[in-house]
Structures are given as C-alpha cells and as structure tokens.
C-alpha cells in the first residue's frame, strides 16, 4: 500500500485531519496525499509558500526567525507546519522547507538540504535531511520523506 493510502486509513481511523504548507516541493506532498481516493475526508488543503511573504502572511513565520535563522531552518519549518495547522484548521500539519537546487546553495546550507515539520497537538517534529540528488530526486525525496514522517507519527499514536 502507498504512503499515502496508510496515511489516510491512519487518519480516518484516528478521526485526524492534515494540512500541509510546502516550499521546495511546490505542492507534491499535497499531490501525493490527494491521490487516494476518498482523501478529501481527511486532507483539508494545503499552502505552497516559495516567498518569505507568504511564508509570513499566510503562515504566520515571524519575520525575526527569518532574519535570524533563513528560510531553510528549523526554526521555520516548525513555524510554518504550527501556521498551516492554525490556518487551515485541522489536527496535523506537515511542511517543507529547502533548498531543491540545482543553485542557491552556500557551505553552510547545501544544495538538498530540507527540513521537514510536523505540528500536532501533542508533539512536534524537524527532521533535516541533505539529499544529494538533481532538482526533482530532492523534491520527491523530500516528499517521501514527509509522508512518512507523517506515517510514522500516526503510527506511534497508534501503539498507545
């Protein structure tokens, strides 16, 4: 089965919503997520937020963390998944945030790194990961890697 499909069946059964608010994969966490059938249920939209604007208008992202920290970090990864929860309404939000290349990268923040979030109401998650793939392998590893992210929250609350 998907990702995707464990994840819904993991959010019905849990009576759970999602939300996403991506950057560097421009949506395709989204796009995964509404392939199931019957996702609607359980995914209630998502932001694609490429602009530090957006990221701060619609998301919330205090521009302090910006500043001191830069679009690709944790501190920001958090505050958009905790925005899009906010936002959009619902139980969970997972983000991205990265840098997909084949430009824009510096020593210190490589082209392939991300950081994915996830806010709940009982935890929250960054992972960072460097992906060392062309433009679209770190966008669809990126994506992956949310999903399953997701997949692994929804299953440890499971085994409580």
């Not at 210190?108 to 460097?130: F, N, T």
Request: glycine share 12%; with cysteine; hydrophobic share 40%.
């Amino acid at each position: 089965m998907p990702l995707e499909a464990e994840i819904g069946a993991l959010l019905e059964a849990q009576g759970l919503t999602l939300a996403t608010a991506e950057s560097c994969t421009g949506g395709l966490v989204a796009h995964h997520i509404t392939n199931t059938p019957g996702s609607s249920a359980y995914f209630w939209g998502g932001v694609v937020a490429y602009a530090n604007e957006i990221k701060e208008g619609l998301l919330g992202v205090d521009p302090e963390t910006l500043i001191a920290y830069g679009a690709v970090s944790e501190q920001t990864a958090l505050e958009m998944a905790r925005g899009a929860r906010r936002r959009l309404g619902t139980s969970l939000a997972v983000s991205i945030t990265g840098i997909a290349g084949p430009s824009g990268g510096t020593p210190e923040k490589p082209v392939g790194l991300v950081y994915i979030g996830l806010a709940a109401p009982d935890a929250e998650i960054c992972q960072r990961h460097v992906w060392d793939g062309d433009r679209l392998a770190n966008k669809e590893r990126s994506a992956e890697a949310a999903l399953a992210l997701v997949l692994g929250y929804l299953q440890d609350r499971e085994d409580v």
